[in-house]
């Protein structure tokens, strides 16, 4: 069984989450064991697949995107996903949208929610405006990463596809040399999203949390929980001194922390 679910760490999650998902759609949840299933052995996607929105799954990332947020429902922590699909207008801010699967799962919690997807990249945001066609949902793409201030930056990629491209000045040891440099316009999210409560801010910014966190003071004022992706300890202790004491943290997943807000006394 650990042969076909892949990754380390995933096993048990999957054995949970696929029988659960084949009970809510046993249609959908056969087609896409199968193309996991297929892809593991062959290393390529062996036939289309569409769920029942809409979404077509068109590259290995997705699929293992999918995989974890629909089967495994890795972020799919209590504290926030009751908030986020009984509010009436639910506001949430994905950075480091990607491919958009975290933006699709979102407005499939909640057709009401208004979302604001961060995401320099020209094909990840052709992707995301695929999932804002098929989506009921408001969803606001920002063509720019996320900083302390504005400016522009440079990130490094292997094409305008790149799932793992990152800012060339965060500490990149840990990764892998890039083909190219693409300039990008860098805005806080302070300057983007306007007054209001904030559901959720899940940012994912390969090494760059703590500066995107640092342009976003005002928002996390009024923001009520906030999924990062942490990549050493020094990053955690930087995030934990900038949240202050009236967040309370875990984490989520072996690379991600949630945070929510104490409520006010």
């Known amino acids: 069984m650990s042969f076909f ?25 056969s087609k896409l064991l199968a193309l996991r299933i297929g892809f593991l052995t062959a290393r390529k996607l062996l036939f289309k ?13 997705e699929l293992v995107a999918y995989w974890d947020f629909f089967v495994e429902e890795s972020f799919s922590d209590s504290a926030w996903v009751d908030a986020f699909i009984k509010s009436e207008h639910p ?25 604001y997807a961060f995401e320099p990249l020209p094909d990840m945001q052709e992707r995301i405006a695929r999932i804002q066609a098929i989506s009921r949902c408001e969803i606001h793409i920002i063509t720019a990463a996320c900083g302390r201030m504005n ?10 596809d790149d799932t793992n491209a990152y800012l060339s000045n ?14 990008v316009q860098v805005l806080p999210i302070d300057a983007v ?16 949390e703590v500066p995107v966190l640092e342009g976003a003071l005002h928002t996390l004022e009024r923001t009520c929980h906030l999924i990062v992706e942490v990549n050493s300890d020094h990053d955690l202790t ?12 875990c984490p989520l997943t072996s690379n991600d922390y949630i945070f929510s807000r104490l409520s006010d006394l």
């Open 193 to 208: 999203v306007p007054a209001g409560e904030v559901i959720l801010l899940k940012i994912d910014a390969e090494s760059y």
């Open 5 to 29: 679910l892949g990754f380390k760490g995933h096993v048990i999650p999957s054995l949970i989450g696929w029988p659960r998902f084949f009970i809510r759609a046993p249609l959908m949840a």
């Open 91 to 115: 506001v949430a801010i994905d950075v480091g949208a990607n491919a958009g699967i975290f933006t699709y799962y979102l407005s499939t919690l909640n057709p009401k929610a208004e979302i």
């Open 170 to 183: 965060v500490n990149n040891t840990a990764y892998e040399a890039k083909s190219s440099q693409i300039t």
């Open 49 to 61: 697949f569409v769920d029942k929105r809409g979404f077509i799954i068109t590259s290995q990332h």
């Open 238 to 249: 930087s995030i934990k001194n900038i949240l202050g004491s009236r967040w309370h943290g």
């Open 151 to 160: 400016g522009d930056a440079i990130l490094c990629a292997n094409g305008n």
